[in-house]
């Protein structure tokens, strides 16, 4: 008898144990808030605008091309991201851009119509989006058009960036 009433002891102990150690299913215990479930634009919006860090370019000898060829003319080049409304759209500003048609100093941007890979800036350049918690690919096209100082940006363009 003494043997299952000690067993049981064991038992009951290690029962509050593993009780004590589960944490609740709403976010934690303690009162916490759950945080609402984030929609996919939300969550790419997110990654974009990573807590207001800068993208720098990266390191490789290719962080820039256009038509395929590196361009060495956008050293110093950061753009930076911010959200608003929803988080579904927001702003852009950029520092050291070599072309302020390929980059403008600042602008808008929205996603295409719910599309997470692709973005829609306020001077109509709908660019394709690649984004992780570390960095960051845009491509895009810019149509060669007009004349004097417009001619010799077009083409495709693409910029990696990192954090």
Do not use: Y
């Amino acid at each position: 008898m003494k043997k299952i009433l000690k067993l049981m002891s064991i038992l009951a102990v290690l029962s509050l144990v593993v009780f004590a150690s589960c944490n609740s299913d709403d976010g934690g215990g303690g009162g916490d808030t759950p945080t609402p479930d984030l929609t996919p634009e939300q969550e790419q919006a997110a990654k974009l605008v990573a807590d207001g860090a800068t993208w720098t370019l990266t390191s490789a000898a290719d962080a820039v091309t256009v038509d395929g060829t590196a361009s060495t003319d956008w050293a110093n080049f950061t753009l930076q991201f911010t959200a608003v409304d929803d988080g579904t759209n927001g702003g852009f500003t950029t520092t050291n851009s070599a072309s302020p048609l390929v980059w403008p100093t600042s602008g808008t941007w929205s996603f295409a119509d719910g599309v997470i890979s692709q973005i829609n800036r306020n001077d109509g350049i709908a660019m394709t989006v690649n984004v992780s918690e570390t960095e960051v690919t845009l491509s895009f096209e810019i149509e060669d058009s007009g004349s004097g100082r417009t001619l010799g940006f077009g083409g495709s363009w693409i910029f990696k960036l990192g954090r």
